[in-house]
């Protein structure tokens, strides 16, 4: 069934804060998030009459923006959230509050010390917001497979962020 212009405007309005903030996620690059979900909206809008009205919109959504995601991680190269540009491999810290870690390099870093498979998995559940059956449905996976990613991916990512804040010397 395909979606009215304003069904869509309404997705939009509903799920673009959380596109973007799996795409940041994702890319590890606030330009590349930008272009990211606007590709994302474009295609869902070119194909709304393929939308599977079973299917939860953000899922549909995130399945469109992870595809593109793969295309841009191939067409530059890139498997891996970067900083700046490079790609991560230290624990840099540029805001002074370790707690304000929404959009910063040392979560980004810490995300991209994560086996891939574990980030997508806990991206799509945590940020993305999808249920985690959405997110097996999305990455092609059993179920317990992607219950058992996001645990030990939220483990990890602990992990990291910890040893990241023990080796910067400006925390206290």
Same mark, same amino acid.
């Given at each position: 069934? #395909? &979606?009215?212009?304003? %069904?869509?405007? !309404?997705?939009?309005?509903?799920?673009?804060?959380?596109?973007?903030? +799996?795409?940041?996620?994702?890319?590890? %690059? #606030? @330009?590349?998030?930008?272009? =990211?979900?606007?590709?994302?909206?474009?295609?869902?809008?070119? /194909?709304?009459?393929?939308?599977? /009205?079973?299917?939860?919109?953000? #899922?549909?959504?995130?399945? =469109?923006?992870?595809?593109?995601?793969?295309?841009?991680?191939?067409?530059?190269?890139?498997?891996?959230?970067?900083?700046?540009?490079? !790609?991560?491999? *230290?624990?840099?810290?540029?805001?002074?509050?370790?707690?304000?870690?929404?959009?910063?390099?040392?979560?980004?870093?810490?995300? #991209?010390? =994560?086996?891939?498979?574990?980030?997508?998995?806990?991206?799509?559940? =945590?940020?993305?917001?999808?249920? @985690?059956?959405?997110?097996?449905?999305?990455?092609?996976?059993?179920?317990?497979?992607?219950? /058992?990613?996001? !645990?030990?991916?939220?483990?990890? +990512?602990?992990? *990291? &962020?910890?040893?990241?804040?023990?080796? %910067?010397?400006?925390?206290?």
């Amino acid at each position: 069934m #395909a &979606l009215a212009r304003e %069904d869509f405007q !309404s997705i939009v309005d509903e799920h673009g804060p959380a596109l973007y903030r +799996l795409a940041y996620r994702l890319l590890g %690059d #606030a @330009h590349d998030a930008e272009e =990211i979900v606007q590709e994302t909206l474009h295609s869902a809008w070119s /194909s709304r009459d393929r939308f599977d /009205s079973s299917r939860s919109r953000r #899922a549909w959504l995130a399945s =469109i923006l992870r595809r593109r995601a793969a295309d841009r991680w191939r067409r530059f190269g890139r498997t891996a959230p970067t900083v700046h540009g490079e !790609s991560v491999l *230290e624990c840099p810290v540029e805001d002074a509050d370790p707690l304000e870690r929404d959009y910063t390099d040392q979560m980004q870093a810490a995300l #991209a010390r =994560i086996p891939s498979e574990m980030r997508e998995a806990m991206l799509l559940v =945590i940020v993305g917001e999808l249920t @985690h059956q959405e997110a097996a449905d999305t990455l092609g996976a059993p179920l317990g497979t992607v219950l /058992s990613r996001v !645990s030990r991916g939220r483990r990890r +990512l602990r992990e *990291e &962020l910890l040893a990241c804040q023990r080796h %910067d010397p400006a925390t206290p």
